[in-house]
């Protein structure tokens, strides 16, 4: 019996020495563990933390937006209310990079028992280099009797390249561009294609001008999405041939969605002057509109321009 203790001890004894230091006479060792001991949103001041952040916010260059930096639960037991406060650590930011956090100036919020608080934030991004970037968190609690502070996960950002813009362009759908004769009823077709290449709908205003020698066909004119209005120079509000002698103005208010296009298609002619006769009255070259305009972004299509020749009077 003796020699199975003596056995059994030795082999106890090269266990432990394989497995890390130690003698016969004693064993020591250490280890670094980290672990929650309760999942973030059961704790007494629990939290959101998915996929290592507790705010996933993405901005472009040269933008702004607000977010929620991070939702605060008061479970703390007995029905107590706790004053909440974060601290983040700003410094990792580069500069053209600003966040500011709800209570960073060390102002808490009361949450009372049970309560979810989501703290608000704000971010302005400027001529930033797209990237990854990280603001450590810490929340500071107290209540009475006692207090509390936390390392929480990171707000992440991520900034991407300059914003893009909506675009405009103008396509001749139908009609003449050269060779037009003098004083003949002539008749043009252009499309106005907007398009939105963010990921988020928007909704823009387009405005264009038709010169004086042509009318508008309101029976000609659609368009794929929004409301048109035109109006003779110096009056508004009703769709009109504008036979009055002036330039027609034109206005167009569309929602775009994400990533698409809409269209307007706008029929014009030539008009018969003051004169009584129709419109080319003399050769040379034209312009059907001098280009689109998106309002607020300063984008403007191209134009459209034609020519008439110069032999005949037409009709």
């Known amino acids: 019996m003796r020699s199975v203790f003596f056995v059994s001890a030795f082999i106890v004894g090269v266990l432990l020495i394989a497995g890390s230091s130690g003698t016969f006479g004693g064993y020591d060792s250490t280890r670094d563990a980290s672990f929650w001991v309760v999942p973030p949103d059961l704790g007494y001041l629990g939290f959101d933390c ?3 952040c507790s705010a996933l916010v993405f901005l472009q260059a040269n933008s702004e937006t607000d977010f929620d930096a991070i939702n605060i639960t008061n479970s703390l037991p007995e029905n107590r209310d706790a004053d909440v406060a974060l601290s983040p650590d700003y410094s990792w930011l580069p500069a053209g990079l600003s966040v500011s956090v709800e209570t960073d100036d060390g102002s808490p919020v009361t949450l009372n028992p049970g309560e979810v608080y989501a703290f608000g934030g704000h971010v302005s991004a400027g001529d930033v280099e797209p990237g990854e970037y990280t603001v450590p968190l810490e929340v500071h609690a107290t209540w009475d009797d006692g207090g ?5 996960c990171p707000i992440k950002l991520v900034v991407t390249g300059p914003p893009m813009m909506p675009t405009i362009e103008k396509v001749l759908l139908s009609g003449s561009t050269a060779g037009i004769p003098l004083k003949s009823r002539q008749e043009w077709v252009f499309q106005i294609i907007v398009t939105n290449p963010t990921p988020k709908d928007m909704s823009i205003t387009v405005v264009d001008a038709i010169p004086a020698e042509f009318n508008v066909s309101p029976s000609g004119t659609s368009a794929s999405a929004g409301n048109y209005t035109f109006w003779p120079t110096g009056g508004r509000g009703y769709h009109c041939g504008c036979s009055n002698g002036s330039a027609t103005k034109m206005e167009w208010n569309v929602a775009l969605p994400a990533g698409g296009s809409e269209r307007m298609n706008v029929t ?9 006769q129709r419109e080319f009255t003399s050769c040379g070259n ?3 509109n001098d280009g689109a305009v998106i309002l607020g972004y300063g984008i403007v299509s191209n134009g459209i321009r034609v020519s008439t020749t110069c032999g005949g009077n037409g009709p």
Do not use: C, K, P
């Not at 509390?148 to 929480?152: D, E």
């Not at 014009?268 to 009584?276: L, Q």
């Open 50 to 52: 998915r996929g290592g």
């Open 148 to 152: 509390a502070s936390l390392s929480v």
């Open 268 to 276: 014009i002619f030539t008009r018969i002057n003051h004169g009584n």
């Open 286 to 288: 034209y312009s059907l």
